[in-house]
């Protein structure tokens, strides 16, 4: 298809026979990003108030939250206020779903949905059918960003959705076709697989290719070989997994082309993503509130903090100061590249992703993707006590006993000597049921 009709043409008539007003989400997120930060503030605080006022009025859970907090809505007079609610974490949804929806809510606007379950529980919740406009108006926005605009193609490298209806998969294939998207499996990712995918994306040839970063880090070690059938995206979107730095390279360099890091996840769709600065994550700040909450303090004097975020879009179920059981943290510092949006500075990783040792310090993915690079294929740390880590191998050739004493060695001086490591070297380290591959996981809390 053609790319200059589908802009100019069929999305626009897509867009009106759904009546959904994107394209004026569209223009205020344009305007909003490049106004001034406490323009950008006032904006939020708006939408962030009109949430509370809701809530507190039509939502069982938040009514009673507030009257619990001794708070009327006039007590909330900036952003930073709502620190007077409570914390709203994954249990407590189990436990309240009901009374999280809003009684005033016609059902027609109801989306079931849930999450992954990284944790291995999967978290079911509902969404706001009238959130799916901005959300996809804030995708366009951020893929403008990376110089992708409507009707360009774009490859995605997914995990497979189970259980769904003949009726869906219909609609399902209308919005692709619109959209001139392409999707693969990141389920099954064996050489000849791999060989295949990276054959039919070079026929489709994507502008875009969007992809969890392990298994566009798979695509990358095939591709790199094969430089006249391999795809040329003019960008590329990593999303789903913590981006590690041996990632980005290697898959920079296969495709010739750029990453613009995604963070987002099931709950608020979009949250933030990477500019051409690539210093930092710009936040959706017109949809999301990010908080920062202090956990710890690792031994070099690093604050490890959670992201509590509140969504600004769903009026059905509202998440307000949700824990999303990530690490980072906010900046509104200046950028260079002249969007004035927020910034996540750092991310972290899961909640669950970081290993924490017995003389304090913490370590994510990227500490053990440094030392386990020569002879491994692929890896999974597992820490089930304090003071021990399980380290499984799937070696590239030879993992003997000098790489083996190599990395314990690395291992004590970042954790001290009372760290044991068990090696189990494997044939295949097969990924989650949604096609992601966790490098790290940790069953030790962070907070002491």
Request: with cysteine; charged share 30%; proline share 5%.
């Amino acid at each position: 298809m053609n790319r200059t009709v589908l802009r100019e043409v069929i999305y626009p008539a897509y867009r009106r026979i759904k009546r959904d007003n994107l394209f004026g989400f569209l223009a205020e997120m344009r305007r909003v990003q490049s106004a001034p930060p406490d323009e950008i503030r006032d904006f939020q605080w708006l939408r962030l108030k009109l949430l509370l006022e809701h809530a507190a009025k039509n939502v069982p859970y938040y009514r009673a939250a507030f009257g619990k907090a001794g708070l009327g809505i006039g007590d909330l007079r900036r952003a930073e206020d709502i620190a007077a609610l409570p914390v709203l974490r994954k249990q407590d949804i189990r436990d309240n779903l009901d009374d999280l929806v809003a009684e005033n809510c016609d059902k027609k606007y109801l989306h079931p949905d849930e999450t992954g379950g990284s944790t291995g529980k999967n978290l079911f919740f509902y969404g706001d059918r009238r959130a799916s406009a901005p959300a996809m108006a804030n995708f366009v926005r951020m893929n403008e960003w990376a110089g992708i605009r409507i009707g360009d193609k774009i490859g995605t490298l997914w995990g497979p959705r189970f259980r769904v209806r003949k009726s869906e998969k219909m609609w399902t294939s209308i919005r692709n076709w619109v959209n001139n998207t392409k999707y693969i499996s990141a389920y099954k990712m064996d050489t000849e697989t791999v060989k295949a995918d990276l054959a039919y994306l070079a026929r489709f040839e994507p502008d875009l290719l969007i992809g969890y970063p392990s298994g566009l880090y798979r695509l990358a070690e095939v591709a790199k070989d094969r430089a006249p059938g391999r795809p040329k995206p003019k960008a590329i979107v990593t999303s789903g997994e913590t981006l590690y730095d041996w990632q980005r390279s290697l898959i920079e360099a296969a495709f010739d082309s750029r990453i613009y890091n995604h963070y987002g996840c099931c709950e608020f769709g979009a949250v933030a993503r990477e500019c051409a600065a690539r210093d930092g994550l710009h936040i959706a700040a017109e949809r999301v509130l990010i908080e920062t909450l202090p956990l710890a303090t690792s031994s070099s004097g690093e604050e490890i903090c959670e992201l509590v975020i509140t969504g600004l879009d769903n009026y059905a179920m509202p998440l307000i100061r949700y824990a999303i059981e990530d690490l980072g943290s906010v900046t509104w510092e200046p950028c260079s590249c002249g969007l004035c949006l927020p910034r996540i500075r750092s991310l972290s990783g899961r909640v669950y992703d970081l290993v924490r040792a017995p003389n304090g310090n913490f370590l994510g993915g990227t500490f053990w993707g440094h030392i386990l690079k020569e002879g491994v294929d692929r890896f999974q740390v597992v820490q089930e006590k304090l003071d021990e880590v399980t380290i499984s191998v799937v070696p590239a050739g030879e993992f003997g006993e000098t790489q083996k004493l190599y990395v314990l060695n690395k291992v004590r001086e970042a954790c001290g000597a009372a760290m044991r490591v068990r090696f189990d070297i494997r044939d295949d380290l097969p990924a989650t049921p949604s096609g992601k591959h966790r490098y790290v996981i940790s069953k030790i809390p962070i907070r002491k």
